[in-house]
């Protein structure tokens, strides 16, 4: 337990809440919670299927096999990557829980894991409790926040595990082929499992379509992806994810189910199947909803005379900061001064220093109004 680090943004979440008690009308984008409801015909396949006593009982260890097979379909309706529901399907309960499970599983005391800095902190949650070491792999605009696999691989050639998260939380970056192809080159001559963690996979902007690592050849032979329904379907609050791709990797973590837990609640597990199977809609309206949000936030900068780079996908902006205030500053003030909450950038690693994370999850007009506050504060502390 003391290896674990302090959870960076409860400090802030405290910070919001005692704003919002004194009745300031505080603007809060600083947490990454999706503010839109699961699709109705999700919400109705868990009343149905909580009826069957069926779903009263104990599911069997690995998932219903039907839920393993929506995945599966899923993948091949949506990335055209085929999969075998038995060897190359783990039903997780969140996609925290695999990111986590696969630290225990992999790594020992000592081992080193490979992170994206800025990138998502419970990657290190999981390298902590196993007590193992993060080294990280800096993610910089010039590089298009793609991290520098020569030398990342170079300095920790024996890293056990790299995590990769593309569209990027926190920077908004998605990325083409090639980065996963080289991902694949290097990992297929060392003994280092890819995981790839996809929660943003259905939030492309402009017509993106993110891809999946498994589209890559030679990518399920050294990693998985992780899968979670908490973005794509607003089921924040359910606990359903899965993990796909090396058959090692499958099996390790459904031994591990095994002894730690009994799969998800079944009646949960059948309207993930709803979910993956149904109608996909109401997948498309929130992207544009979060383009819009995106366009409006970034316009209402734009008029004010700020100009920063719109993120390419996720729910996020990864706005750059003045020279000479700390990102932790800089949203204490924020929030202090304008009623505006950001995520500090440093909260994602040395390399989120000078930056500040801005979550979509409110209403346009009131994301005009944050942008405009924010550059309101820009400009009024322009020369410190
Ligand atoms: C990059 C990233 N990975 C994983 C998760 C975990 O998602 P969940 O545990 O809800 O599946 C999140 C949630 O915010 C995330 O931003």
Redesign the pocket.
Known sequence: MQRLPSQFFAGLTQQVQAYIEQGRDVINLGQ??PDLPTPAHIVEALRDSVQDPATHRYGPFHGLASLRSACAEFYRREYGVVLDPDSEVAI????????IEISQIYLNEGDVALVPDP??P?YESGIKIAGARMATMPLVPEQHFMPDLEAALASEPDAKLMFL?YP??PTGAVVDSSLFEQVVRMAQSRKMLVVH?F??ASIGFDSIRPMSFLEVEGARDCGIE?Y????TYN??GW???FAVGQKEAIAALKLYHNHAYVSLFPAIQKAAESALLGPQDEVHQRTEIYQKRRDAFYLALHQKGISAKPPQG?FFGWLPLPEGISSLDFASRLLQEKGVAVAAGVGFGQHGEGYVRVGFLDREERLMEAAHRIADWMIQNQNG
């Open positions: 990454g919670n997780l309960f969140g996609g925290k829980a695999g990111l990138g998502y419970d998260n990027s939380n963690d929660a943003y992780i979670t329904l908490s973005k089921m924040a606990r359903v994810a996720t």
